[in-house]
């Protein structure tokens, strides 16, 4: 087979004083952390759509990622070098997943039929690989937001069309999916959103994407994929509003439609903060409601108002991250998903490769530190000792339910003296420091 990344190594890991920038200096694949190595607990994912088909274009200009296919016209011998391209790039990170569209992998035909049979063939081509590489899907899921018919949304779309037509879409994505054994399939609301109310139905779109969901269920069931469905919520881009705005909106718009059995979340930290929140933060509210499902790994640029996808080098939000995650007892069937690309100008086939060591070594090192906080339990007990008055007493009261309005004011006229304790922020945020610091 061609190599298509010949000045690229496999990548080892050579620990924290290595110069070699081609070697991981914290991701030590088989390392035993409480248990499991870091490459059970990372699941580190490669997502296609950044990795193989953007091509660094932004609203200023056309792409400038260099590609070895860059000279091929034909676009199923170009869908092809890609998808060789792609096994190779995980093989050399030691990477075991990768996430993808269905548009990613293979080009649309004159018609759906034509498109689906593109895709078929891709799929069995990339059903070998995945074999002769040992690489599973961690999940599939389809584009219905690229092509100009998409224009108005998709489940949310005012013309039932295209809505029928998205439905074709997604039931061949999910088909192909369960081909591929996919662990997941993920529904990020593309155009799902409106722009102005002065044009849209608010009730019928959210009430339609309801009952597009339910159909996939329905769908899933009757095929007998068993991947978890997962939401990925964001709250603008490209929409103003998008419908799966947070993890709580998506929650409520769930419970509301009784669908909330069926989904998980697949939580994205650039997402997140676009919502005004922290990656931890939505993680954390997953986590507490038993629907943290996945994780699209990446960071925004604090000074900059949308998604930029960057790989993430943050340690602080890389320890936070794993700490909710290690809490949650791990990811389970969800992974860790690079949801990110190199900047524009880091447009040479190699920055693909430090971009994902970058971001690897992040993760694996937030994962250790994350492991010690938890193992040492300070924050625990910070936590447990900032509540204790619940555990005793009128709050234990509180918590058994054996207390209602009039026994609290009962309580309240007697108990005049109220005495708070400090919430030391600061000397937790010290702390903090202290075991990114040693590690
Ligand atoms: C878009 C985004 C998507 C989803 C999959 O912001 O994150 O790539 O992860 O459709
Ligand atoms: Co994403």
Redesign the pocket.
């Known amino acids: 087979m061609v190599e298509y990344f010949a000045n690229v190594p496999y990548i080892k890991y050579e620990g924290k004083n290595s110069k070699n920038d081609f070697a991981f200096k914290y991701y030590n694949l088989d390392e035993v952390i409480g248990g499991k190595t870091m490459r059970e607990h990372l699941k580190f994912t490669m997502?296609y759509?950044?990795t193989l088909a953007a091509n660094g274009s932004d609203p200023f200009g056309v792409g400038t990622y260099q590609k070895p296919w860059d000279n091929e016209t034909d676009q199923m011998k170009v869908a092809k070098a890609k998808m060789e391209a792609a096994f190779e790039l995980m093989d050399k990170l030691g990477m075991d997943y990768f996430?993808f569209?269905d548009r990613d992998i293979a080009p649309e035909g004159k018609d759906l039929a034509e498109t689906n049979a593109f895709l078929d063939e891709i799929v069995a081509y990339c059903k070998e690989l995945m074999k002769t590489y040992n690489k599973k899907l961690l999940w599939g899921?389809a584009?219905a937001?690229g092509n100009p018919r998409y224009v108005h949304g998709a489940a949310t779309t005012c013309n039932a069309y295209v809505y029928a037509y998205a439905a074709a879409q997604v039931k061949k994505a999910m088909e192909v999916t369960k081909e591929l054994g996919g662990e997941n399939y993920?529904f990020?609301g593309?155009r799902e959103g409106y722009e102005t109310l002065l044009n849209t139905d608010l009730k019928l779109e959210q009430d339609n994407l309801a009952r597009f969901l339910q159909m996939a269920v329905d769908y899933a069931h009757k095929i007998g994929f068993t991947g978890q469905f997962l939401i990925?919520p964001?709250p603008k881009?490209p929409t103003k509003h998008q419908y799966d705005f947070d993890v709580a909106t998506v929650l409520a718009f769930l419970r509301n439609y009784g669908l909330d059995k069926y989904f998980k979340m697949?939580i994205?930290a650039?997402?997140a903060t676009l919502a005004g929140h922290t990656f931890q933060h939505e993680v954390a509210l997953a986590r507490i409601n038993g629907v943290l499902g996945s994780l699209?790994i990446n960071q925004g640029d604090p000074n900059l108002g949308w998604?930029t996808?960057q790989f993430p080098t943050n340690i602080y939000d890389a320890t936070l991250l794993m700490y909710e995650v290690l809490k949650n007892g791990g990811i389970g069937q969800g992974g860790l998903?690079f949801?990110a690309k190199v900047r524009r100008a880091s447009f040479e086939v190699e920055d693909l490769f430090l971009g994902y060591i970058a971001g690897m070594d992040t993760l694996a090192q937030g994962l250790r530190i994350a492991y010690k906080m938890l193992e040492e339990g300070e924050f625990e007990a910070a936590v447990a000792e900032r509540y204790k008055s619940f555990t005793e007493g009128i709050g234990k009261d509180i918590l058994e339910g054996k207390a209602d309005f009039e026994s609290l004011e009962k309580y309240a006229l007697t108990n005049s003296l109220i005495k708070n304790k400090s919430g030391r922020q600061e000397l937790l945020e010290a702390k903090l420091n202290q075991y990114i610091f040693n590690e």
């Open positions: 997502s759509w950044h996430a569209h899921t584009n937001f993920v990020w593309g990925e964001k881009e697949n994205e650039n997402h699209d998604d996808d998903n949801d």
